[in-house]
């Protein structure tokens, strides 16, 4: 599934300026084409690729369900130490580049609220 939107939050052309770990949460302040800022909350974190994201403009995110598996193949150790009943919602969000198709940024999370700011 693509989202080009999450709530109100517009993807497209957006920067990641910060990204806050918290003990089962992600937080990622984004900046959309409009300036409007906003907090993209993933709860029931259970990890993430970070590969150089902040800074760097966003196209689109990508749910992968199957996160679960996807979250297993990547973080091993980590699945070990998770619930089964954490893993069953599991969903990979990937952030996607603006000029290319590779992943900045993945979060697995069962859930994702934003927040305007």
Not at 12 to 29: H, M, P, Y
């Amino acid at each position: 599934m693509i989202l080009e939107s999450i709530g109100s939050c517009p993807l497209a052309d957006g920067i990641i300026s910060e990204i806050t770990i918290r003990t089962d949460q992600v937080v990622v302040k984004y900046k959309s084409w409009n300036d409007k800022d906003f907090d993209i909350v993933f709860n029931n974190s259970l990890g993430l690729n970070n590969y150089r994201a902040v800074g760097n403009v966003v196209s689109h995110i990508e749910i992968l369900k199957d996160g679960k598996d996807q979250h297993m193949r990547h973080c091993q150790t980590l699945s070990e130490r998770a619930l089964e009943s954490e893993l069953v919602e599991l969903k990979m969000y990937l952030f996607i580049e603006a000029w290319g198709t590779c992943s900045i940024l993945e979060v697995y999370a069962s859930d994702v609220v934003v927040l305007e700011n």
